[in-house]
């Protein structure tokens, strides 16, 4: 128009005001001419509404890299908004420093060869020295800018001192991102707990100022009453709120509360699944996890494994541990996947790697199986020594039993029986084993007595194999005095579990000797039921019964059979007993 030509010329300021208006209504074809003139005459204000422009792709084709170079025109003359604005570029990686001084035309596209807008990565050297301009000249943007690099920034830059300072400074000023991150720096004193009011105060105001991270912090907050009354309900609408913003840990807690109907809302599966999808795909890992299990384990959803295992994919992928354990699970069994031992075998492993206990146990337990693992021997033991050295019971046991098997490490008895000890103190299993190591001397001086009261610790807790070798001192009087009839009662315990070794024992038992009353029939019982189960001692027996018909009958055929059965598990008495038997039972068939 010939007004803003006239504008144009008269005033720069002028100018920019009128292309402000212009901008205002839309009207970028006609602003455009005015800014340029405006910024000619080194207005910082219309160089800093250029870069704007081309950051934003409105009236100028979208260029982070032109846009930044604008800015950091205005910003050398001193323009405090386009100072902050530069910082928080170079922190997005939409442009470097090196980028924006490199020799373009004004206009070019912008993006370095191969990498797209934000793929840089963030410029924390740039983005400081601007953002500390901004601070200095008092901008509460440019000093929450400052503080969040100097907490997030590469090692060389980081003060978290400093940080809290400008933070502090900015929450004062009234800016929601510095009271966001002044509270968050509150959050990481050792004595955290003492600033819980300050804590609150400004999650409250930065979330009243709308911002996403602050509003799902005040979830978390009123979810654990941490400096605010603890209200489920109030905690979930702010849930809801940030999950409508797009923040994806938000999303994943709505998504949670839907599915579990908690905070007084109704119960929905299907549009909960849709959120944990939505923060899946927005890069929670864990809401990608929780998909796979809803797909797993069905329920509201039916089970579908294929689905499942793209989410649990994505999870793993991600770095999520127990998402990688399941897809092991997976591929070991072909559930949603083709069976594929090495994949199972690949992602157990990343589990373990990553630290979870479940994952290194069970990769422990196939090297004990002698499984052949692919790729190097996982150190399984240091695995174990690192959390059992910071007091992990669990782990203390997991490590004595690598190290008696010699499973990831050298065998080493004496630190097996050190390690399963201290694991003792609360571990039922480890007070089996390490009675067991007691009883044989083994790493440790032979015990009996200390044997016996470990076995008894771990019979209590309801230990099978500890049920069975308590009773089998008690039978014997190793240890202390004898008690057949506890140890009876203590070895049909452990059978009523399944333990082969005390049906075994309780069909010698019933088959005298022990003090115990004869009763065939019911030895013979105990020595089928432990037979049927593998065990070559009570195949020979359940044989012997058979062929003398002790508990009132005879069956040389089947007493065969047994024989047989307890040959192949490698009883010597057994071979012998099958070659006496079989002339016999010839001479029946002639």
């Known amino acids: 128009m010939l007004l803003d030509r006239l504008i144009g010329k008269a005033s720069p300021s002028a100018a920019l005001r009128r292309a402000m208006a212009l901008v205002e209504r839309e009207r970028y074809s006609e602003a455009l001419p005015l800014l340029a003139r405006a910024a000619e005459a080194d207005l910082p204000e219309a160089e800093y509404q ?17 846009g930044a170079r604008w800015l950091e025109r205005s910003a050398l003359h001193g323009y405090v908004e386009a100072q902050c604005l530069l910082a928080a570029v170079l922190l997005q990686g939409l442009a470097t420093d090196a980028a924006v001084h490199r020799d373009e035309g004004a206009g070019r596209l912008f993006s370095e060869p191969g990498v797209a807008a934000g793929e ?17 000249a008092g901008s509460g943007d440019g000093q929450a800018l400052l503080g969040y690099v100097l907490s997030y920034g590469p090692e060389q830059l980081r003060n978290e001192e400093e940080a809290r300072a400008w933070y502090q400074r900015a929450a004062a000023a009234g800016c929601p991102q510095g009271q966001l991150g002044y509270a968050v720096a509150l959050a990481r004193d050792t004595d955290w707990s003492a600033h819980k009011g300050a804590i609150a105060d400004n999650i409250r105001l930065a979330a009243a100022a709308g911002l996403q991270t602050a509003i799902y912090m005040m979830g978390v907050i009123t979810e654990e009453g941490l400096g605010v009354q603890r209200d489920e309900a109030a905690a979930v609408e702010h849930f809801h709120k940030a999950a409508e913003l797009g923040h994806r840990g938000a999303q994943l ?3 949670l509360a839907l599915i579990e109907g908690s905070g007084g809302h109704a119960r929905d599966p299907v549009l909960g699944e849709s959120w944990l999808r939505r923060a899946a795909l927005a890069g929670e890992p864990r809401a990608a996890e929780l998909v796979g299990d809803l797909y797993t384990k069905g329920g509201a959803l039916p089970p579908n494994y294929a689905e499942a295992a793209t989410w649990y994919r994505r999870a793993a992928e991600a770095g999520n541990v127990a998402a990688a354990r399941a897809l092991s699970s997976f591929y070991m069994t072909g559930a949603g996947v083709p069976q594929d031992e090495k994949e199972a075998a690949r992602w157990l492993r990343v589990a373990a790697e990553a630290g979870d206990l479940n994952a290194q146990v069970d990769l422990a337990h196939q090297l004990l199986e002698g499984a052949n693992l692919p790729g190097e021997r996982p150190p399984v033991a240091d695995w174990f020594r690192r959390t059992a050295a910071g007091g992990d019971l669990v782990a203390a046991f997991n490590l004595g039993v690598c190290l008696l098997k010699g499973v990831g490490a050298e065998k ?3 630190q097996a029986a050190l390690w399963l000890r201290r694991a ?8 089996f084993m390490f009675g067991r190591l007691l009883s044989e001397g083994r790493g440790v001086p032979a015990d009996l007595k ?9 019979a209590e807790a309801g230990i099978a194999d500890g049920q069975a070798a308590l009773a089998e001192m008690l039978v014997n009087g190793r240890g202390g005095p004898p008690d057949p009839f506890t140890a009876l009662r203590l070895c049909e315990q452990a059978a009523g579990k399944g333990h082969s070794g005390a049906m075994f024992a309780l069909g010698a038992m019933y088959g005298g000797g022990h003090d115990i009353p004869v009763d065939y ?8 039921a432990a037979a049927e189960r593998g065990h070559g001692q009570a195949q020979l027996m359940l044989a012997r019964y ?16 047994w024989l047989e059965s307890a040959v192949a598990q490698g009883i010597a008495e057994a071979e012998v007993e099958l070659a006496e038997l079989s002339p016999a039972l010839s001479q029946a068939a002639g």
């Open 412 to 414: 080493d008895e004496q």
């Open 521 to 528: 029939a019911a030895a013979e019982r105990w020595f089928r």
């Open 120 to 136: 840089r990565g963030p410029d924390f050297a740039a983005a400081a020295r601007w953002a500390r301009m901004a601070a200095d």
């Open 50 to 66: 250029i870069g704007r422009l081309y950051l934003q792709g409105t009236g100028l084709p979208y260029s982070p890299t032109e």
């Open 450 to 458: 200390a044997a016996r009261a470990w076995f008894a610790r771990a």
């Open 546 to 561: 058979l062929r003398t018909g002790a508990a009132g009958h005879l069956d040389a055929r089947e007493a065969r059979r």
């Open 424 to 431: 003792a103190e609360g571990v039922p299993e480890a007070q």
């Open 253 to 255: 807690k709505w998504g």
